[in-house]
């Protein structure tokens, strides 16, 4: 069988291939992290990387950047200027973002065993009970209907 050597170009191109994707995770990584300690929900951490990503000066909407100045300032207790300079640094952080991201391979998907246990416990009394006494007396009363407005002879 005839091995087939790849060339130092190719090995070269595969290496920066995964640098690259290795940066880039680092990126969302960062981001996220950033995103999370100022208190920021997915929603609007995804909000945050569309708008930035579909402006095409590269910044967060308006109306967007004012609820999260507040809600910064309002979360950590600081100031608005303070608020400013970290919502900045968040858009910085969603502009160096690459706009998609692909991944290949394959994980293992591990075997889940369910063994549901049904345990079931009835307790029987003596006979006594309310329920009991209750249907002995509606017998009871059920053969006095000549009584009661019934027809007897």
Do not use: C
């Not at 995964?18 to 990126?27: C, K, P, S, T, Y």
């Not at 095409?56 to 979360?75: M, N, S, Y």
């Not at 910085?92 to 369910?114: D, K, M, W």
């Amino acid at each position: 069988m005839m091995e087939i050597e790849k060339s130092d170009a190719w090995q070269r191109h595969q290496l920066a291939t995964v640098e690259r994707m290795q940066r880039d995770l680092a990126r969302f990584g960062l981001y996220v992290d950033q995103a999370l300690r100022l208190g920021l929900s997915p929603q609007q951490t995804e909000q945050v990387v569309r708008e930035v990503q579909a402006s095409p000066d590269g910044r967060i909407q308006p109306g967007t950047r004012d609820l999260l100045d507040r809600q910064v300032q309002t979360v950590h207790n600081i100031s608005w200027v303070k608020a400013r300079d970290e919502v900045d640094r968040l858009e910085h952080g969603a502009r160096t973002l690459p706009s998609q991201i692909t991944a290949h391979g394959v994980v293992q998907v591990p075997a889940v065993n369910v063994a549901p246990q049904v345990e079931v416990n009835v307790q029987t009394g003596n006979g006594d009970d309310g329920y009991d006494t209750a249907m002995k007396k509606e017998s009871a009363l059920g053969g006095s209907g000549g009584v009661i407005g019934g027809s007897g002879t």
